[in-house]
Nanobody, 118 residues
Framework: QVQLVESGGGLVQPGGSLRLSCAASGSISSAYLMRWYRQGPGKQRELVALITRGGNTDYVDVVKGRFTISRDNAKNTLYLQMNNLKPEDTAVYYC????????????WGQGTQVTVSS
């Protein structure tokens, strides 16, 4: 089992940058899949980015070229670097971990608010 705590959210102007962090209580070095989701006002939660155990990454089209997901296994931390932020990126961002390919159990953080506004 692992506990996840996000941080790094805040208020930023359009075109600005933020780096979100997700600190895990246990080792994530062997985690099968780690993901960032977001839920904007009045919207359903959506997948933003993922990183596999082997370091492969993928992104939803609307953030490609602007967001970068990474993981520091030594620090048990997942990151989301967000550049050129837009008002439509405003959402609560959640960290998610799936530890094993043979388990459907997902672990979630509590979320961190990102607001992009002038």
């Amino acid at each position: 089992q692992v506990q996840l705590v996000e941080s790094g959210g805040g208020l930023v102007q359009p075109g600005g940058s933020l780096r979100l962090s997700c600190a895990a209580s246990g080792s994530i070095s062997s985690a099968y899949l780690m993901r960032w989701y977001r839920q904007g006002p009045g919207k359903q939660r959506e997948l933003v980015a993922l990183i596999t155990r082997g370091g492969n990454t993928d992104y939803v089209d609307v953030v490609k070229g602007r967001f970068t997901i990474s993981r520091d296994n030594a620090k048990n931390t997942l990151y989301l670097q967000m550049n050129n932020l837009k008002p439509e990126d405003t959402a609560v961002y959640y960290c998610n971990a799936r530890l094993s390919s043979t388990s459907t159990t997902n672990y979630w953080g509590q979320g961190t608010q990102v607001t992009v506004s002038s």
